[in-house]
């Protein structure tokens, strides 16, 4: 009896320890001015700089559904901005745009690091004794195993203060994930909202 639930205890840490380690994000360095600590900005103009056009629309929809789903009213560069063939908007347009939607703050986010590695898994674990060793050995040996693409993405997203052009918040984020592109996405952005409510610089869920 104690084997046996010693067995299920050791199987549920495996997956347990597989779904956390197959993706997750985390802010590795968000300095914030403190001045605007629990002063929280209630719309907010979201920029991404990309080369690709689709990224780029698909990216700022996506934050902002995530912001307008915590209460912080939003609106895309895409739909708020006429985008130059070149995609770089100039200040006089996203000033414009700022005054025009009411904005008072921007968010800009840009990729700075993306790593995709190939990774070959094969199952069995070790049972009893040098024999119970050699068998689930053997077996793995002989075990086909699977392929799978492990994804880390590194951005930077900065929160700016629309009167003044001030910095309030930077945080550079990393995101592992075995999984699609837009769980990548989605897991980058709810981590950058939660350390934004943390830090009282939009209003909390």
């Given amino acids: 009896m104690k084997e046996n639930f010693v067995k299920w205890f050791g199987c549920l840490l495996f997956f347990t320890f597989l779904i956390f380690s197959c993706s997750g994000t985390e802010i590795t360095r968000n300095p914030v001015d403190e001045a605007y600590r629990g002063k929280p900005m209630s719309d907010i103009l979201v920029i991404a700089i990309t080369g690709n056009e689709h990224s780029r629309r698909s990216f700022e929809k996506k934050f902002v559904a995530q912001l307008k789903s915590v209460g912080v009213d ?82 930077e997203t900065n929160l700016y203060d629309v009167k003044t052009e001030k910095l309030i918040w930077s945080g550079r984020s990393k995101t592992w994930s075995k999984g699609s592109k837009n769980q990548i996405i989605n897991d980058v952005i709810k981590a950058v909202i939660n350390d934004l409510q943390k830090n009282k610089l939009i209003a909390p869920n």
């Fill in 74 to 155: 939003a609106i895309s560069s895409e739909e708020a901005i006429p985008m130059p063939p070149d995609l770089e908007l100039k200040k006089e347009a996203i000033l414009a745009a700022v005054s025009q939607y009411e904005n008072d703050a921007v968010i800009i986010t840009h990729l700075i690091g993306k790593e995709e590695k190939d990774v070959y898994t094969r199952g069995g674990s070790a049972h009893g004794g040098f024999f119970g060793f050699y068998r689930s050995r053997y077996s793995s040996a002989h075990d086909p195993g699977y392929s799978s693409t492990s994804t880390t993405v590194r951005l």
